[in-house]
């Protein structure tokens, strides 16, 4: 059995799925797969906001560049950021010696959990952008592994929301095992998807105990994070300015923290957070 799908890589041949350039994204199902109708595609941010800025954030140059990476390489894994995102669609078929471990049948709305820098991915059309999620509804079919993880949609809970979520499930995961009780955290780019994620994990593990801060960029940001009620304080201000950033009246930031979660997708905030934390403290880059 093929469970990380070996015989589908291309360039190099045999290579694992990721670290292939091209795969076979034919449609033709094996028999140790699943044949999948994409119905929503969710891509990463980075890699997202890397193609906006490519295509001066054209609808048509944005759609072009998606589908031409995906006719070159098989699969949607942008070659400046180094990834992808993950899919929901509906099972259309299981091939023969699928071991189904995760007990779905043809007709079930799934989300798979696999990076689309692995996923034999073909899109007809791209039917809508939405911006504000980095999701684009599609028309289109992918091919799912052996060892692909599934799940089904939550028959409870709005899927969009469930599919961002699921695609950044992995930071506030680790930020959850970072934090510890009684500490003092801090957030950059707290009102994203993926520091708001943070910052309710961070919170969890704290509880009552520590300090949680946030720091944002603009003034509607900050009035949103301090109307959710997760943190004690939101800063706003800009990480890449470092003069503001040390600067009066939020001086005391400066090697305060014991923890700082960068949560930011630009670049030139690093030092930002190498200001913030404490001697012998701990950087989370929760982005790339």
């Given at each position: 059995m093929d469970s990380f799908g070996l015989e589908r890589s291309i360039e190099p041949r045999h290579a694992l799925a990721q670290q292939a350039w091209k795969i076979d994204n034919t449609m033709t199902l094996r028999s140790d797969e699943v044949l999948i109708d994409v119905k929503i595609i969710n891509i990463n941010l980075a890699s997202f906001n890397e193609i906006l800025d490519e295509t001066g954030e054209d609808r048509a140059l944005l759609c072009q560049r998606v589908l031409e990476i995906v006719r070159e390489r098989g699969k949607l894994h942008n070659p400046v950021t180094n990834s992808g995102g993950m899919l929901y669609g509906t099972v259309v078929e299981l091939g023969p010696s699928y071991p189904n471990i995760y007990h779905i049948r043809p007709k079930d709305e799934i989300i798979s959990l696999s990076s689309l820098t692995v996923t034999p991915l073909h899109i007809t059309q791209i039917l809508r952008i939405d911006y504000e999620s980095a999701q684009?509804?599609?028309?289109?079919?992918?091919?799912?592994?052996?060892?692909?993880?599934?799940?089904?949609?939550?028959?409870d809970l709005p899927l969009r929301a469930v599919i961002a979520a699921m695609d950044e499930a992995g930071a506030p995961t680790r930020s959850y095992q970072i934090v510890q009780p009684g500490q003092d955290v801090l957030i950059l780019g707290a009102s994203g998807?993926?520091?708001?994620?943070?910052?309710?994990?961070?919170?969890?593990?704290?509880?009552?105990?520590?300090?949680?801060?946030?720091?944002?960029?603009?003034?509607?940001?900050?009035?949103?994070?301090?109307?959710?009620?997760?943190?004690?304080?939101?800063?706003?201000?800009?990480?890449?300015?470092?003069?503001?950033?040390?600067g009066t009246p939020h001086a005391e930031i400066i090697q305060r923290f014991d923890v700082v979660i960068n949560c930011i997708n630009t670049a030139d905030t690093e030092a930002a957070s190498l200001l913030a934390v404490k001697n012998h403290g701990t950087i989370y880059f929760a982005t790339i």
């Open positions: 684009l509804e599609v028309e289109g079919q992918a091919i799912l592994y052996a060892n692909s993880p599934v799940v089904k949609k939550p028959p998807r993926i520091g708001l994620m943070c910052g309710y994990a961070a919170k969890d593990k704290m509880g009552s105990s520590g300090r949680l801060v946030g720091i944002v960029r603009d003034q509607e940001s900050r009035i949103q994070m301090e109307q959710c009620s997760v943190f004690d304080e939101v800063l706003e201000l800009d990480a890449t300015n470092l003069s503001a950033f040390c």
